[in-house]
């Protein structure tokens, strides 16, 4: 069974860091390329960040740019999100996704391969 799962999630004030992995099991994933998006509570799911096979083309949400980094383990089959400076704006569950069409299909964020179930990522002093 194939599967995405996010870890690392959780509760960080204001200026504070987090890192979230996405594992991926029951097929290797090392040609598609995967994302992370986020949703707020009562907002559409948005696109936060994705990376391509190689991890040799990345983007990034202006919202986010600058202040988190997206990585991938290939070897591992992991996907990660480093978040710095988070503000209470990053509040929302952050969901991990991958799709062998590549880069610009992870970009739009529809009729992905794979989804993650998502983590909770709450902001707040």
């Known amino acids: 069974q194939v599967q995405l799962v996010e870890s690392g999630g959780g509760l960080v004030q204001p200026g504070g860091s987090l890192r979230l992995s996405c594992l991926a099991s029951g097929r290797t994933f090392s040609s598609y390329a995967m994302g992370w998006f986020r949703q707020a509570p009562g907002k559409e799911r948005e696109f936060v960040a994705a990376i391509n096979w190689s991890a040799d083309a990345l983007y990034y949400a202006d919202s986010v740019k600058g202040r988190f980094t997206i990585s991938r383990d290939r070897a591992k089959n992991t996907l990660y999100l480093q978040m710095n400076s988070l503000n209470p704006e990053d509040t929302a569950v952050y969901y991990c996704?991958?799709?062998?069409?590549?880069?610009?299909?992870?970009?739009?964020?529809?009729?992905?391969?794979?989804w993650g179930q998502g983590t909770q990522v709450t902001v707040s002093s």
């Open positions: 996704a991958a799709d062998q069409r590549g880069l610009g299909a992870v970009r739009r964020g529809s009729g992905l391969d794979y």
